[in-house]
């Protein structure tokens, strides 16, 4: 079952993930890779799009389905022509990890 907390503020901060990015420190998981790539996205692109992402994109918080107490923020933008979805979350406090980066199917 997911948990949602909509109306809440992100469970992350966006700027650290985006710093933790910009230096280097982060994971693409391989679900967020392939769906990327099926819109003709690379890594680059991914990158791109989370440092373009700003607090009025955050949606919710998400309950990970696969770790026990582990959250993920989810952020929706247009980008490159396309409503994105776009899952974050850090893995500690010195490293990010793009859980999904798909096309939007709510919109």
Do not use: W
Not at 34 to 54: H, K, N, P, Q, Y
Not at 58 to 77: P, Q
Not at 96 to 107: M, Q
């Amino acid at each position: 079952m997911v948990t949602r907390r909509r109306g809440h503020s992100p469970k992350f901060s966006l700027l650290r993930i985006q710093e933790l990015i910009e230096a280097g420190e982060y994971d693409v998981t391989d679900t967020a890779r392939r769906d990327a790539e099926g819109m003709t996205f690379d890594e680059d692109d991914i990158v791109e799009c989370v440092g373009a992402l700003s607090e009025d994109d955050y949606s919710h918080t998400l309950a990970s389905e696969k770790r026990s107490g582990a959250f993920h923020d989810v952020y929706r933008k247009r980008m490159f022509g396309f409503p994105l979805y776009v899952k974050l979350q850090l893995d500690g406090p010195n490293r990010a990890v793009i859980i999904s980066f798909k096309r939007d199917g709510s919109v």
